[in-house]
C-alpha cells in the first residue's frame, strides 16, 4: 500500500507543477483583451474587459482560482465563443477517449497473438518474415497509414465517405464503422512495436533458469511458453502498453484532422489558432492528466504482478 500512496503522491505534484508552468506559459503568449476588443479599443473598455475577466489579478491569484474552477470542471468561459469550456469540451472528449480505446483494443487484440506466435516458431520463415513486415511498419507514421486506410477503404472500396463523420446519437452502427480505421491507423504501428517487444521479451524468459525447470519436469516448448514464461514476459510489456495508451491520445490529435473528426483534437487546433487560451490550457491539462494517469495504472499493475519492484 505505501507503494501506491507514494506514487500517487509524486502524481499529484506532477501534475501540480505541470499544471502551473502550462497555465504560465500560455498566460504570456498575449493580451486576449486586444484580441477581442481589437488595437482601435478604449482605455477604458480595455480595464473594465481586463476586471471582468480577472486578468487585473496577479498570476499566482489567477492560478489558484483556474486550478480550483478546474478540479470542479469549472474551466471559464470561452474567449472567442463567451460560452463556458467545459460545453465545448464535452461531447468531443468522449470522440477522442472512444478513438484511443478502440486503438487500445485493436493494438491488444493484434500485438499478443502475433508476439507470441513469432516467439514460437522463432527461427522460421514465418518468423522472419512477420519480423520484415513489423520492421516496415514501425517505420511509416501513424497519418501515412491513415490516408492509405481512407483512400482503400473509402476512395476504392467505399465502405464509408471521408469526411462524412456520423455521431454516434445520430446512428451507432455508423459511428463505429467510420471510427474503426481511425483507430486502425493509430494501432497498426504501435501493434508492430508491442508484437516484437511481447516476442524478444518471450525468447529472454525462455532462456532462464526456471523455464529448463520445467522442461526437466517433461514441459514441452508450447506449454512452458504459455505455463510459465508468458507470464513474466507480459510485465515489461504492460508498462509500454502504458506509454502506448497515453501516446495514442496524442495522435489522435493528427489522425482526427485526416479523417474530419469532430474531438478534442481538432478543437485544439482551432483553439490555438485563434488564442483561445481558456480552451487550450483546460485541454492541454486534460491531456496531462490522461497521460500522467495512465502511466500511473500502468507502474501499479506492474508492482502488483511482480513484487520484486517494490523492493
Not at 462524412?164 to 445520430?170: A, E, I, K, P, T
Not at 495508451?245 to 489522425?255: R, S, T, Y
Not at 474531438?263 to 490550457?281: H, Q, T, Y
Request: with cysteine; hydrophobic share 55%.
Amino acid at each position: 500500500m505505501n507503494f501506491v500512496i507514494k506514487k500517487l503522491g509524486t502524481l499529484l505534484l506532477t501534475l501540480l507543477v505541470l499544471s502551473f508552468l502550462a497555465y504560465a506559459a500560455f498566460e504570456m503568449v498575449g493580451d486576449p483583451v486586444n484580441l477581442m476588443l481589437g488595437t482601435n479599443a478604449s482605455p477604458e473598455d480595455v480595464a473594465a474587459l481586463r476586471q471582468q475577466l480577472g486578468l487585473d489579478k496577479p498570476l499566482l491569484l489567477r492560478y489558484f482560482r483556474w486550478l480550483t474552477g478546474f478540479l470542479v470542471m469549472d474551466m471559464g468561459n470561452s474567449y472567442i465563443y463567451r460560452i463556458p469550456v467545459i460545453d465545448m469540451i464535452g461531447d468531443k472528449l468522449g470522440i477522442t477517449v472512444t478513438l484511443t480505446l478502440m486503438g487500445f483494443a485493436l493494438t491488444l487484440l493484434f500485438s499478443i497473438p502475433l508476439g507470441v506466435y513469432g516467439a514460437r516458431r522463432e527461427g522460421s520463415w514465418a518468423d522472419r518474415m512477420l519480423t520484415v513486415v513489423n520492421q516496415i511498419v514501425m517505420a511509416v507514421p501513424a497519418f501515412f497509414v491513415a490516408i492509405l486506410l481512407m483512400v482503400f477503404f473509402g476512395v476504392v472500396l467505399r465502405l464509408f465517405t471521408p469526411g462524412s463523420f456520423v455521431s454516434f446519437q445520430d446512428s451507432p452502427g455508423q459511428y463505429l464503422l467510420y471510427m474503426i480505421f481511425p483507430a486502425l491507423s493509430i494501432a497498426v504501428p504501435r501493434t508492430a512495436m508491442t508484437a516484437k517487444m511481447l516476442r524478444s521479451s518471450i525468447l529472454g524468459e525462455m532462456q532462464k533458469d526456471y523455464v529448463r525447470t520445467a522442461y526437466s519436469r517433461g514441459h514441452n516448448r508450447q506449454t512452458a511458453l504459455k505455463g510459465h514464461a508468458l507470464k513474466n514476459a507480459l510485465l515489461p510489456v504492460i508498462s509500454f502498453m502504458a506509454s502506448t495508451m497515453a501516446e495514442m491520445l496524442a495522435g489522435c490529435i493528427v489522425i482526427e484532422q485526416i479523417f474530419s473528426i469532430p474531438g478534442i483534437g481538432r478543437l485544439l487546433m482551432v483553439s490555438i489558432s485563434n488564442r483561445d487560451i481558456p480552451v487550450v490550457e483546460a485541454i492541454v491539462m486534460i491531456l496531462a492528466v490522461w497521460v500522467m494517469l495512465v502511466h500511473f495504472i500502468g507502474e501499479i499493475i506492474n508492482e502488483v504482478l511482480d513484487p520484486r519492484l517494490r523492493a
